[in-house]
């Protein structure tokens, strides 16, 4: 079960998101080392959806985009729906980026220090949420971030191109290339009473934030999987050839255990970080060291390279949980929310204690309430806007236990 703890706030009707967090269904054992994106998607993560000069749109980029308009209310209610929220994804990164290239064109320029002062005031901000430099390393890793350099180069690409278009628009405008429309008052109540009869009521809503903590396996669990997995390594050195018969044996995935371990073939940001990375890095027939990502510890071995695929297969020992881990998650929820209601930064917060590895939601910006799950409709009653939850558990069929 999930330990969640949020802040439930009552929207307008403006549509519905299915709850996608706490919904107690067991994931697909297949795709279980899928990053968050990847599996949220389905789809294919790289290759090219549009060229915007000499730039690309990347299908993930598209797809992204797209689900965050399902996060802002707009649910599709057919294939086809979804298609043209996509087709409306695409042109809105097509704007952003031919905004970008005006901006390069018109020699509009950003000022790097206040872009770099502004990313360090971020990250002094987030810093200070956390006892050591090492947990803040942890929670950025957890985050999908392979390194702080990674991630401060994502802050700064993202703060320079918001930069960028803001300021190429009001060059345009100062300039007179730009004009503005003006709807008055009067415009807005007659287009109203014109067309309220015409639309359908729709039922009461909630929106709300939370944070899932997942129920970790203790530190004596943890090293006992990690001496398990270093024995196995140590049999894998003396006879690599057993590689897919220990996987059989020992692997604890079951998506791919009784496959040897075969993962098929996979592209570049399909696997969880720290996972992608070193399959990527290895030539076929090495196995890895060993590896920990969220799901437990893994060894690795590639089959086969293509430029833009790998076929790997995985070895995974997994930490077992207990009831008493279960408590311990239970005790974490209650301090993260403790926090929360005396004014704890809830992004940093979320940075620190939220179930990214497993894909969980950090945000439901609106959802019928009859679309929660038993659960959340529980915990959400006779709750007011700005309340923080207490914590409630939710069954998470993966570990058996409660997040």
Do not use: C
Not at 189 to 206: F, H, Q, T
Not at 209 to 214: E, K, W
């Amino acid at each position: 079960m999930y330990l969640v703890t949020g802040a439930a706030m009552f929207a307008a009707p403006l549509g519905y998101l299915p709850a996608q967090s706490g919904s107690g269904n067991a994931p697909d054992s297949s795709r279980r080392l899928v990053s968050p994106s990847a599996q949220n998607t389905g789809l294919t993560v790289d290759g090219i959806a549009a060229q915007v000069g000499e730039s690309v749109i990347l299908i993930s980029e598209v797809e992204a985009a797209a689900l965050a308009m399902r996060a802002q209310g707009r649910e599709p209610k057919s294939e086809r729906e979804f298609a043209e929220m996509k087709k409306e994804a695409l042109t809105g990164l097509i704007n952003e980026e031919l905004l970008v290239q005006k901006a390069k064109a018109e020699k509009v320029e950003v000022n790097e220090l206040q872009v770099q002062k502004q990313s360090d005031e971020r990250e002094k901000e987030l810093r200070a949420q956390f006892p050591t430099d090492a947990a803040f390393r942890s929670a950025l890793r957890d985050a999908g971030f392979g390194s702080l350099e990674e991630w401060r180069k994502s802050q700064i690409d993202q703060m320079t191109r918001a930069a960028l278009q803001q300021d190429v628009l009001q060059k345009l405008r100062r300039e007179g290339k730009m004009t503005n429309v003006n709807v008055s008052e009067a415009d807005v109540v007659e287009s109203w009473d014109r067309y309220k009869g015409r639309l359908a009521k729709n039922e009461a809503r909630v929106g709300f934030r939370q944070i899932v903590i997942a129920t970790k396996p203790s530190e004596e669990s943890k090293k006992r999987a990690r001496a398990k997995i270093d024995s196995l390594a140590r049999e894998l050195a003396e006879h690599p050839d057993d590689f897919e018969s220990i996987a059989k044996r020992e692997s604890m995935d079951p998506g791919s255990k009784d496959l040897g371990g075969d993962l098929g073939w996979n592209r570049r940001g399909k696997m969880v970080p720290e996972f992608d990375r070193v399959m990527f890095a290895l030539n076929p027939g090495v196995i890895s060291p060993v590896i920990e990502t969220a799901f437990g510890y893994h060894l690795i071995r590639v089959d086969r390279i293509t430029p833009s695929e790998v076929k790997a297969r995985h070895i995974l020992i997994q930490p077992l949980r207990d009831s008493t881990d279960e408590m311990r998650s239970k005790a974490t929820a209650d301090s993260v929310a403790a926090a929360w209601r005396s004014g704890g930064s809830v992004d940093s917060l979320t940075l620190r204690f939220h179930d990214i590895a497993a894909g969980e939601e950090k945000s439901i910006p609106e959802v019928n309430r009859s679309q929660l799950p038993p659960q959340y409709s529980a915990a959400i009653e006779g709750k007011k806007v700005g309340d923080v939850l207490d914590p409630f558990p939710v069954p998470d069929g993966a570990s058996g236990f409660n997040k």
